[in-house]
């Protein structure tokens, strides 16, 4: 059974910074690894979708990278804003497994 | 191109009831698919389909239900509400199955029980 673990649970970064979020799953056959942002009561917003043949995607300040031979995806932030904070989860498996998200509070 | 639109947006039921909500995906994604949030769970998933068959079901008593109809919109219904199930409903739309596809999510229900 496949398991997703998103390590900080929480992270609060002073405005400018740059930061990594992480996203580890136990089993590597995977289809494709997608981030998304959720805003406090909203659904959920889809940052970037990497697809298993893929190393890593690039949207704007983001970047996220994929290893299926280490089970880990990382999620680069460059230059954060307050803008940024949110919860930020990774999905794998397609839809059904999700982590738990890591909290983002960039502060002004 | 029109997101996923999910009805109600929030809505006040006491244990007993039965709820049923609405989601409408993204014009030419077949494929939808189910959420619960809870703070204490998290996101969990209830059950996906695709083109009306159910292709996927989370780990959720039998009172959880759904459908899809051929314009590939979909219904959950939730039947003897009990407290524990006041969450975030939340649907996703895809192009295609066994996930493969990006997943587009809507705005969610938020359901209150009483």
């Known amino acids: 059974k496949q398991e997703v673990t998103q390590i900080p649970a929480a992270l609060s970064v002073p405005e400018g910074e740059n930061l990594v979020l992480n996203c580890s799953f136990t089993d590597s056959a995977i289809y494709n690894l997608q981030w998304f942002r959720q805003d406090p009561g909203k659904g959920l917003t889809s940052l970037l979708l990497?697809?298993?043949?893929?190393r890593e995607q690039t949207s704007g300040r983001l970047n996220a990278s994929l290893d299926k031979s280490s089970g880990r995806s990382t999620l680069y932030i460059a230059a954060s804003q307050p803008g940024d904070s949110a919860t930020y989860l990774c999905?794998?498996?397609?839809?059904?497994?999700f982590g738990d998200g890591t909290t983002l509070t960039v502060k002004p | 191109k029109a997101g996923v639109t999910q009805t109600p947006r929030y809505l006040i039921k006491t244990r007993g009831q039965q709820v049923t909500l609405s989601c409408s995906p993204i014009?030419?994604?077949?494929?939808v698919s189910w959420y619960q949030q809870t703070p204490g769970q998290g996101l969990q998933f209830l059950f996906e389909y695709f083109s009306e068959t159910q292709r996927n079901k989370g780990n959720f008593p039998g009172r959880f239900s759904g459908r899809q109809f051929s314009n590939s919109r979909s219904e959950m219904n939730v039947s003897t509400l009990e407290l524990g199930d006041s969450a975030l409903y939340l649907c996703a739309s895809s192009p295609g199955t066994s996930g493969t596809g990006e997943l587009f999510f809507g705005e969610g229900s938020r359901l209150t029980v009483l």
């Open positions: 999905a794998v498996e397609g839809k059904s497994t």
């Open positions: 990497i697809q298993s043949s893929q």
């Open positions: 014009s030419g994604h077949r494929s």
